[in-house]
């Protein structure tokens, strides 16, 4: 009798996605994740690291829904290609109905797709709730089209577009909190970091506190500790305790709210 596949299971309260998505790629295994939440499963699958594909129940994450919502197709199209995708019984793909209709071809859907993909990860990450899992294992979708989006720049992707960063801070520790570099050259060069993200990077060194570093970032407040939960989480910093004499109150001011740690 053959063992059973090894599985993890938490829920996102405990373990973001981010976190989640960085350790499979750390340790290169294939597999698929899967997140479910008020009845919607959504799936990402992992080869070798990167992400190949992500598929979704909700049926406003669909190809189609995603293209119409980017205004690269317009409504009457949108209802065109979905009353001949029905008609074909399975037959058919949508990339064959929009070729058909003259609105896509194999390149341009590719790059569509590739986006939807990226779409549907990094809108998990607001996610705060709900029952994420992971098994090993080579899983295929049924679909053609298949990617290789480093998961490093999805993570990164997916962090800055946070729109409540208080999880963020929470993770990153209060005001006082040390951060130490924790990385070497050759592990940057799949993160997508921009010359200024790198600049910031370069100023955590084992002295600077959080609170420092978060006035010294090159946006404002929020940006900034989204930056550095970035760091965080693709392990380029690490955290450690500084002298208990240091502890003060941090206030992160961004759009008329305030974040604080540290009470």
């Not at 997140?35 to 992500?54: L, M, N, S």
């Not at 929470?170 to 200024?196: F, I, K, R």
Request: aromatic share 8%; glycine share 8%; proline share 4%.
């Amino acid at each position: 009798m053959s063992s059973p596949e090894p599985e993890f299971r938490s829920d996102l309260a405990k373990t973001p996605l981010p976190e989640v998505l960085e350790t499979v790629r750390r340790y290169r295994v294939p597999g698929v994740i899967t997140v479910t939440r008020q009845g919607i499963e959504k799936r990402i699958f992992i080869w070798h690291g990167d992400v190949i594909f992500a598929t979704s129940s909700d049926r406003f994450d669909s190809l189609g829904h995603y293209l119409l919502k980017c205004g690269l197709i317009s409504q009457a199209q949108f209802v065109e290609s979905s009353r001949r995708l029905v008609a074909s019984a399975g037959a058919k793909r949508l990339g064959d109905v929009l070729a058909e209709m003259g609105l896509m071809d194999g390149a341009r859907l590719k790059a569509m797709v590739l986006e939807q993909v990226k779409a549907i990860v990094t809108e998990l990450f607001a996610w705060d709730e709900g029952e994420v899992s992971f098994k090993v294992g080579e899983y295929r979708t049924d679909e053609l089209i298949q990617l290789s989006i480093p998961t490093r720049q999805l993570i990164l992707q997916g962090v800055k577009g946070l729109s409540d960063v208080r999880r963020a801070v929470a993770a990153l520790g209060p005001s006082w909190t040390v951060l130490s570099p924790a990385y070497a050259g050759v592990e940057l060069g799949d993160a997508g970091l921009s010359p200024s993200e790198l600049a910031y990077l370069g100023l955590v060194d084992g002295v600077k506190t959080l609170r420092e570093l978060v006035s010294a970032g090159p946006g404002e407040a929020a940006h900034n500790a989204r930056l550095i939960y970035a760091f965080y989480v693709l392990k380029l910093v690490v955290r450690r305790e500084s002298d208990s004499a240091k502890i003060k109150k941090l206030q992160w001011k961004s759009a008329g709210s305030t974040y604080r740690a540290g009470e």
